[in-house]
């Protein structure tokens, strides 16, 4: 099969005046070039082999002409240390205007051999690039970036607020404008519509009042729609914003050409109303979604500023808090919120713990303990050690499911889309047979005909159907954010509303996770405190338990050594002294599950036994689902009596002990067979299996990132009280969610034959359908209604 030869890249920009790089227009006597920056951009452009960008590129804006010099910034310290020897660089770049462009920048740095993967965001302008190799590598891919004509920077919360904040005041621009140009308009058209006996030199110094007033507006303030339009035809990808232009820029038209003959009747009333109504649906709906982000955007902004870093001297430096890395040494000050994760070097510390777990009342922290970036000092002035950089830390990640769920596309909201794209050329097709119709078979003249069919154009915009799913869903996570809940999976919503049983893991989820020595009437007190000072020298959770019920033990002597997943060794001139299992000391006896064994030469050993406490909101969680229609069972890797004790305490009927990961998935498996639809509870890297073959999945606060990664949802807060709530809230968000696509195609069912039919004018369908979308979204609202 022949195929068109392809046009030479740049060549129809510089036909025509333009630059055949960035598109802006060419000096005088210049050539296809408007600069030597655009000229070399375009030699590695199609050195890259990616001369199809100028066939995707969208050059009215002159965004792509490289900067004359390159920023002052060593990108390479930004740079952040992955596994295998990777590196990652996050940036915000800017002259991204278009999906052209996030497809040159994915494509040339996917081109360099040791770059592993690039991803842009048009609507973030954020850039995240990973490849193998030294740090330094980081300047040489801006510097790539910069030749092609895109600036970057350091990418930060800020950048995105600013952002937002930016598109959102151009929203409410247009707003203000449209709402202006339509009420004035209306004061103009309402003489007209009653003035009966109006002359017609009065009548059409009404008409270019009118025109006077909504030309202006409808070209300034439909920008958005005409953007948004464009670029999806560009893309060969139709939208509903095709739709709405063709119904205002039909709807003024005729307009004019009423005015310019003295018509009896202009629509520019219609055309700016359409308008003011979008709009005010769109803003609404870009202020639902910015509730939904805004706990996420002050949680992120925590870690901005600076801290102060302790220098091996004991001075103190101020320095930027993405500055420092693991290992570093820092001083909150009293009244000071903390910017990075770290471990306490203070004997204790009271804090606020409110903006990053939701918990009313000021935690008290003892020494050693991990503690997480966000939350406020209440006491004095405390050291900590930091544990991980501010990329890498509990808030980035957390910045990371939520960005994982954002880019993530749910079932029913791709059903909606799907339809919405279907119904663009319907409301085409309807609208072109509702002109013919009256043209050719009812008699009437063309510029009449006009006028049912710019309705049935307006009336049948698919706007409502579009948003119906999207906004419940907004409203429900934001609401689920508020309460501890963090939802990193969009179609997590869906199937938490469906769930028909509950699998807990027991250590970290059922209970605290943090296990305490029991009293033991008789145990001898010289030997607890020669175990706890052998347990200094490990960090196991037995270990430390064991530590803080005998903290005047003296530091672990030299020479003890770890056996991992057996226990603790000491050599001395009597003998071996051994702490840890029983097997470990050579006991024939099946291991109790959460005890320590003490033995010493000539001495009987001496059992350690200690409990997990179950969480204060266990079995209230437990009841509260099970009157959800949820029954819960137990899987736990402990032995048989700590487990059946924690199932008992909290009200859990089948339990099963010595789970492994293996046995854990096998279970999941079993009961999505019979169609029980999962739904694990688990924290820790043996329940990541089950997690992920669940039906729907949740892990508790401080699970492993493993863990965290495989959930559909993160709670935040201490406990487990916010479970019951979300499932309330999932299941009220698909009831909702079912009714606005109720409602969206009902309307379409009773609106459409009216503007066929010619019962409805222009105006009264920009009403009309603007009207529907509101609704929709104000119905979406009521998601995060639920109390609690």
């Known amino acids: 099969m022949n195929q068109l030869a392809p046009i030479a890249p740049g060549r129809e920009a510089a036909s025509r005046g333009a630059c055949a790089h960035c598109?802006?227009?060419?000096?005088?006597?210049?050539?296809?070039?408007?600069?030597?920056?655009?000229?070399?951009?375009?030699?590695?452009?199609?050195g890259l082999g990616l001369d199809a960008f100028y066939r995707r590129q969208d050059t009215a804006s002159g965004t792509l002409r490289p900067p004359e010099a390159m920023p002052e910034t060593d990108f390479a310290v930004l740079a952040s240390e992955g596994k295998g020897g990777t590196r990652t660089l996050e940036l915000m770049v800017s002259g991204l205007s278009c999906g052209a462009c996030i497809w040159l920048v994915e494509q040339a740095l996917a081109a360099e051999p040791d770059v592993l993967r690039a991803r842009a965001s048009l609507s973030a302008r954020r850039l995240s690039v990973t490849w193998r190799g030294a740090a330094s590598r980081a300047n040489d891919l801006v510097a790539l970036l910069a030749r092609l004509g895109f600036r970057a920077a350091p990418w930060s919360p800020a950048c995105l607020r600013a952002t937002e904040d930016a598109e959102g005041r151009a929203l409410v621009r247009a707003l203000g404008i449209a709402a202006f140009g339509m009420m004035n308009v209306m004061l103009v058209s309402v003489a007209v519509w009653a003035g009966g006996d109006m002359g017609e030199q009065t009548r059409h110094l009404m008409h270019w009042l009118a025109a006077l007033i909504g030309l202006p507006v409808v070209l300034v303030a439909g920008m958005p729609f005409y953007r948004s339009a464009w670029n999806g035809l560009r893309a060969g990808r139709p939208n509903m914003d095709l739709a709405v232009s063709l119904g205002i820029i039909a709807s003024t038209l005729m307009s004019l050409s009423e005015t310019l003959r003295n018509g009896p009747y202009t629509w520019f009333d219609g055309a700016t109303a359409l308008l003011a109504l979008l709009l005010a649906g769109r803003v609404l709906d870009r202020a639902a979604r910015r509730r939904a982000r805004q706990a996420v955007a002050e949680l992120l902004a925590l870690q901005d500023g600076t801290v102060q870093r302790l220098e091996p001297d004991g001075s103190t430096t101020h320095c930027p808090a993405a500055s420092l890395r693991a290992g570093d040494r820092v001083l909150v000050a009293s009244g000071e919120r903390l910017r990075l994760d770290g471990v306490l070097e203070a004997e204790e510390a009271l804090l606020d713990t409110a903006a990053t777990t939701g918990e009313s009342l000021p935690r008290r922290f003892r020494r050693g303990e991990a503690l997480a970036a966000g939350m406020v000092n209440l006491g004095d002035a405390v050291a900590l050690r930091v544990t991980a950089a501010a990329a890498d830390g509990s808030l980035a990640a957390m910045a990371r499911l939520l960005e994982r769920a954002e880019q993530a596309r749910g079932r029913f909201v791709s059903i909606a889309d799907k339809a919405a794209r279907f119904y663009v050329p319907v409301a085409h097709a309807v609208a072109l047979a509702t002109f013919l119709g009256w043209w050719l078979w009812m008699d009437v003249s063309w510029r009449e005909a006009l006028v049912p069919a710019v309705a049935a154009l307006i009336i049948t915009c698919p706007c409502g159907l579009a948003i119906a799913v999207p906004a419940v869903q907004v409203a429900a996570s934001g609401a689920l954010f508020r309460r501890g809940v963090l939802v990193a999976s969009s179609t997590g919503l869906e199937r938490l509303a469906s769930a028909g049983a509950v699998v807990f893991d027991k250590t970290g989820t059922l209970t605290e996770g943090r296990p305490v020595l029991l009293e033991?009437?008789?145990?001898?007190?010289?030997?607890?405190?020669?175990?706890?000072?052998?347990?200094?020298a490990s960090r196991h959770p037995l270990s430390r338990a064991l530590v803080a019920a005998c903290p005047e033990a003296p530091a672990a002597p030299e020479g003890v050594r770890e056996i991992p997943g057996q226990g603790l060794a000491l050599t001395t001139p009597a003998g071996e002294i051994r702490l840890g299992s029983a097997?470990?000391?050579?006991?024939?006896?099946?291991?109790?599950?959460?005890?320590?064994w003490l033995a010493r030469p000539g001495l009987s050993p001496v059992p350690f036994r200690f409990a997990d406490r179950l969480r204060p909101d266990a079995a209230p969680s437990v009841a509260a689902l099970a009157a959800l229609g949820l029954e819960a069972e137990l899987l736990s890797g402990d032995a048989a009596p700590a487990v059946e004790a924690a199932a008992h305490a909290a009200g859990i009927g089948p339990w099963q002990a010595r789970a492994t990961p293996q046995d854990k998935a096998e279970r999941i498996a079993a009961l999505s067979v019979a169609g029980r639809r999962p739904l694990m509870v688990g924290d820790g890297l043996n329940d990541a299996a089950a997690l992920a073959l669940a039906h729907v999945s949740a892990t508790p606060q401080g699970a492993t990132d493993l863990a965290q990664t495989a959930a559909d949802f993160v709670l935040r807060a201490e406990g487990l009280a916010a479970l019951p709530y979300a499932i309330r809230v999932a299941r009220r968000a698909q009831r909702l969610a079912r009714e606005n696509i109720a409602f969206s195609l009902i309307y379409n069912i009773v609106a459409v034959p009216c503007a066929v039919l010619g019962y409805a004018t222009p105006l009264i369908a920009a009403l009309v359908m603007a009207s529907s979308s509101i609704i929709v979204i104000l119905n979406a609202l009521r998601a995060g209604k639920v109390k609690p």
Do not use: M, N, Y
Request: net charge negative; proline share 9%.
């Open 520 to 536: 033991a009437p008789g145990r001898p007190a010289s030997a607890l405190r020669e175990a706890a000072s052998l347990a200094r």
């Open 583 to 596: 097997p470990f000391i050579g006991l024939a006896q099946e291991d109790e599950g959460l005890t320590l």
């Open 23 to 46: 598109g802006a227009p060419l000096p005088e006597g210049a050539g296809r070039f408007c600069c030597t920056g655009c000229e070399g951009a375009h030699a590695l452009v199609s």
